[in-house]
């Protein structure tokens, strides 16, 4: 009966608005919760099959979803652990039960931001329980392999293992020129000394001295120099290796390196200029030049300069802070100056971000209408990249929601009205037997 499906029709739009009004309460209620994803309903009109000439009202149905493609407003913090990523894409968390728990047995959740903080065992962790993941760097601060599908190669990101940290030396690079005419007839024969500070893989410094003696000749000049290293960690009178280094004085290639021979546990390669000293916390390698190249040491008319001597490695140094670049690495910054990576965070990402499992605090889970999940690297193909001292605001615009609120009771008032008429009229129905 036609009077029946009005009925029916208004009911159904009640519900419907009623549902519509939940979104829009819970939208407001969170207008100031930072990643809060907007929710959203949307209205389809179902059409029932009409049998006569007479109209059956079909009614409204409802479905509710989750805006979570949609990025807020970025907005700035003074914490360096706030991360929001600036675009597409999730960072990947857990909760608690997943510290502990086997990565196959660990929940995979996403986020879009978090405020986190170092908890008492050293783990990122926002206010809510969630736990930061990232894939683990070695000591150069590589990756490697890790399995982008699946989180099966993430850890719980953790700092208090870093609180001290030593990098030992492993690379020093000479830039210096030796006098041409210490090694002139009538030179003096001075050594020049040349102390490099360096680290072990203790924390502990130590000095490399290199002595640099001009070979006198008889007449003119030699263009060779002999180069004594010694080691304050061993014996510090005894050389650990010994070089003989001849300049060439061609035109072409006046002032730069023609040949080196090391001897006495010292090793040179010509390709890569280096010498290898083994030292006692493992090889350095000691870049002096190539044969023929304007780089490492030189020799010209100017006096001794030992301007650009570099080396790597840092002393033993007391954890200052984390921060995290654009490209997601979470980096160590120690009072030395020494910066180390710890982690390095991906955004992940699936087909359908809509699709994904609406949790507690901002949290996602992949569902099979989201699509499979892939970890890209910050700010690399379709995602954006992690912003620290960075939260993302909440998508609800206030003035739509009110907007809404109003049209939506008013929706309201008119579904409750179809269902007082049609009481009306079947009030009327009845009394037509008395």
Do not use: C
Not at 132 to 160: C, H, K, Q, T, Y
Request: aromatic share 8%.
């Amino acid at each position: 009966m036609t009077i029946s499906s009005s009925l029916n029709a208004g009911v159904m739009g009640l519900n419907s608005n009623a549902t519509r009004l939940s979104t829009i309460s819970d939208n407001i209620a969170n207008s100031s919760t930072y990643g809060y994803k907007r929710s959203q309903v949307e209205f389809a009109s179902m059409v029932l099959e009409q049998k006569s000439s007479a109209y059956s009202a079909g009614g409204v149905r409802v479905s509710t979803f989750k805006d979570i493609a949609a990025t807020g407003s970025l907005i700035s913090t003074g914490n360096a652990t706030d991360m929001a990523v600036a675009g597409r894409g999730l960072l990947p968390v857990t909760d608690g039960s997943g510290i502990g728990a086997l990565a196959s047995e660990r929940e995979l959740m996403l986020t879009p931001t978090g405020s986190f903080y170092a908890d008492s065992n050293g783990n990122l962790r926002t206010q809510s329980g969630l736990y930061l993941l990232g894939f683990p760097a070695d000591g150069d601060g590589n990756v490697g392999n890790v399995s982008r599908n699946s989180g099966i190669s993430l850890e719980p990101v953790n700092i208090s293992a870093s609180q001290y940290t030593a990098s030992p030396t492993e690379q020093i690079e000479l830039g210096i020129n030796l006098p041409v005419d210490a090694t002139e007839s009538d030179g003096t024969g001075d050594i020049y000394p040349l102390p490099i500070e360096y680290f072990d893989n203790l924390g502990r410094a130590h000095t490399l001295t290199l002595e640099f003696s001009p070979v006198i000749p008889g007449s003119g000049y030699s263009n060779n120099w002999t180069v004594e290293i010694f080691d304050s960690a061993g014996n510090p009178a005894a050389s650990i290796g010994d070089l003989d280094i001849t300049f060439d004085d061609t035109t072409a290639n006046g002032g730069r390196i023609a040949s080196v021979t090391a001897t006495n546990g010292a090793t040179y390669n010509a390709a890569t200029g280096q010498v290898t000293l083994n030292l006692p916390h493992g090889n350095v390698d000691l870049f002096i030049g190539r044969p023929g190249d304007s780089a490492g040491i030189t020799q010209l008319s100017a006096p001794f300069s030992p301007t650009a001597v570099a080396k790597d490695g840092a002393p033993i140094g007391d954890l200052q802070s984390v921060e995290i670049d654009e490209s997601g690495f979470l980096q160590a910054i120690y009072n030395t100056g020494f910066r180390r990576t710890l982690y390095q965070i991906p955004v992940g990402d699936v087909p359908n971000a809509n699709g994904l499992k609406a949790l507690d605090a901002q949290a996602y889970a992949v569902s099979a209408e989201s699509g499979n999940l892939y970890f890209w690297d910050a700010g690399t193909g379709p995602v954006g990249t992690v912003s620290g001292y960075s939260l993302m605001e909440s998508t609800t615009d206030i003035a739509s929601e009110l907007t809404d609120l109003i049209e939506t009771q008013r929706a309201y008032s008119s579904n409750a009205k179809i269902v007082q008429t049609v009481d009306e009229m079947l009030q009327e129905t009845t009394n037509l037997k008395r």
